[in-house]
């Protein structure tokens, strides 16, 4: 389970009164786990393989430019670039780089996650780096091989330095380069959409005894599910003194690809008990 | 129509024995217009409200974040930054800034159409100039006055200064910040997914007369549509020679968003003459 369970609000705006406030839970509740940071920073670039890299041109200015992108074991993003284009060349005259990737986006943009990782861009030195980068590559790019060897392509590892994730709206956090090399993706994040959407289309009552007897609102009318992912779940809670969330952690931290359904017949069960 | 009629292939990657080859057309066909660099530019920028910028971070450092953006009349983007992210605080400190929006991608993102913005962020000026920007940005960005007027959020216009548009492998082009701000976006870009399927599975016959009769193959056997704009449809076709592209130019520019339709009876008509 990751070391920072629950990335605080780190900020508010200044905002006359204050932000906004939610009804708090009238019963003691547990404090459920969340991905952290690391967590979050590769589990957006495991879904992935299309970025924005932004590099310094000649004058010195920044280039923002949509590259493709694999991964490297350890989540160092690997490009190839033809000095034909601009960020090819800026990226053989100057080795800072960064890149930004989104993850799938739901409603509103800027309430959906993203990531930067900032480094240095690298040539893999040897004959193993050399392959295990090309075969990231090709892994996420499958036109890859049409023209990974053409003379103007350099292959780039992106070694990460800084690591800066934004889940949406007031929640984000950086992490350490280390930090994030160690993460690991989250193995059901492919599948919570269609886990997300079951939840609240079949399975409200569920979600709602789950709110008022999990969740701290007892006096709940209404739950929704707003996402998941290996630690538990978020809900969208109607009660009487105002709409408030949720935060439901599963008894274990799910490992495999397929397993939200039993985690949340575990957490369902555990709410009629 | 546009001045720069058909952006044609700037480079050749340096591969033994050149590029690959196409199957000519059998007989005379005439040039058919494309949207210029320009028009291609404010497509993709009128299609969406998000891209990624590229500022400088305080050590001179790319750093590349995930942004909304409205647009003003003559496209230029307008941002709403925060100095609680370090991309509000790099604008704040150093404005040269450039923005990476992607087009729709289908099927392989390297070979879908994205464009780089390069310029100075500049606040708006004057009142007029304030109340057209923010009027860009909510439109653009629903959720907006929930946060725009937050002390640490500042709107800035990128004025553009270099233009630089990347249709997929091998099409592409730069063009000038004037050309750029005078072009104006396909009236029936989000309407092409669904005529160019339409084409393909219910008139493939159509796409066939017109791969003989207007493309230069009278030898197709098969024609299958690939994209559509307001000038004309691209084919992919097949002939016993290999197989081979065409492009076919509507009688008029399309001036409105469904004129796809009726554009493409006057081609089918026209190919059966």
């Given at each position: 389970m990751p070391e920072t369970a629950a990335p605080s609000r780190e900020y508010d705006h200044d905002v006359p009164g204050g932000g906004p406030s939610v009804p708090p839970p009238l019963t003691d509740v547990e404090d459920a786990a969340r991905r952290s940071p690391a967590e979050e920073a590769r589990t957006i670039m495991s879904a992935t393989t299309i970025g924005t890299l932004a590099t310094l041109s000649e004058d010195g200015s920044p280039w923002a430019s949509v590259v493709a992108f694999g991964l490297l074991v350890d989540g160092s993003p690997v490009l190839a670039l033809s000095r034909l284009a601009e960020h090819g060349r800026n990226a053989a005259a100057e080795q800072r780089a960064s890149i930004a990737v989104s993850g799938p986006v739901i409603g509103d943009p800027l309430d959906s996650a993203r990531v930067t990782l900032a480094g240095r861009l690298v040539k893999p030195a040897t004959a193993t780096e050399v392959a295990a980068a090309r075969a990231a590559y090709v892994a996420a790019v499958p036109a890859a091989p049409a023209f990974?060897?053409?003379?103007?392509f350099t292959t780039w590892v992106l070694k990460v330095e800084r690591v800066r994730w934004v889940g949406g709206y007031g929640r984000m956090g950086s992490t350490t380069a280390e930090e994030y090399a160690l993460a690991a993706p989250d193995p059901v994040a492919a599948n919570v959409p269609r886990a997300v959407e079951h939840l609240n289309d079949d399975h409200a009552d569920a979600l709602l005894d789950m709110a008022r007897n999990l969740g701290g609102h007892p006096d709940a009318t209404h739950a929704h599910c707003t996402s998941a992912d290996r630690y538990g779940l978020d809900l969208v809670v109607k009660t009487p003194r105002g709409t408030t969330i949720s935060r439901l952690g599963f008894a274990q931290p799910i490992t495999?690809?397929?397993?939200l359904r039993s985690a949340t017949v575990e957490l369902a069960r555990r709410a009629r008990a």
């Open positions: 990974i060897d053409f003379t103007d495999e690809p397929h397993g």
